[in-house]
């Protein structure tokens, strides 16, 4: 089992940078054994893909509209994964989730769910 906590919850002005953080506690598995990714929510939408990172950190897929502005990074030695946004726009805005599982762009591939952080993009 996984249990994933993001933080790094703020507000910020359009142009600026956020840098969120997911800490994993495991039992039975060890992180380097899951594919991380980053979904959002934005109110009255569908959570979408952000982003994913291989668990040797060597591969990383973005969601087009965030390609070249963030990026996502993983410190298998603290069972951590980071998600660095920067140039962001009002439509960024949404509350964050990562989650743990296989490699790739579909939710229904990541088992274990955070509870979400919300980042705000004012303009």
């Known amino acids: 089992q996984v249990q994933l906590v993001e933080s790094g919850r703020g507000l910020v002005q359009a142009g600026g940078s956020l840098r969120l953080s997911c800490a994993a506690s495991?039992?039975?598995?060890?992180?380097?054994?899951?594919?991380m990714g980053w979904y959002r929510q934005a109110p009255g939408k569908e959570r979408e893909f952000v982003s994913a990172i291989t668990w040797s950190g060597d591969n990383t897929y973005y969601a087009d509209s965030v390609k070249g502005r963030f990026t996502i990074s993983r410190d298998n030695a603290k069972n951590r994964v980071y998600l660095q946004m920067n140039s962001l726009k009002p439509e960024d805005t949404a509350v964050y989730y990562c989650?743990?599982?296989?490699?790739?762009?579909?939710?229904?591939?990541?088992?274990?769910w955070g509870q979400g952080t919300q980042a705000t993009v004012s303009s």
């Open positions: 495991t039992s039975g598995h060890t992180f380097r054994s899951f594919a």
């Open positions: 989650a743990a599982g296989s490699y790739g762009d579909s939710a229904d591939r990541y088992g274990a």
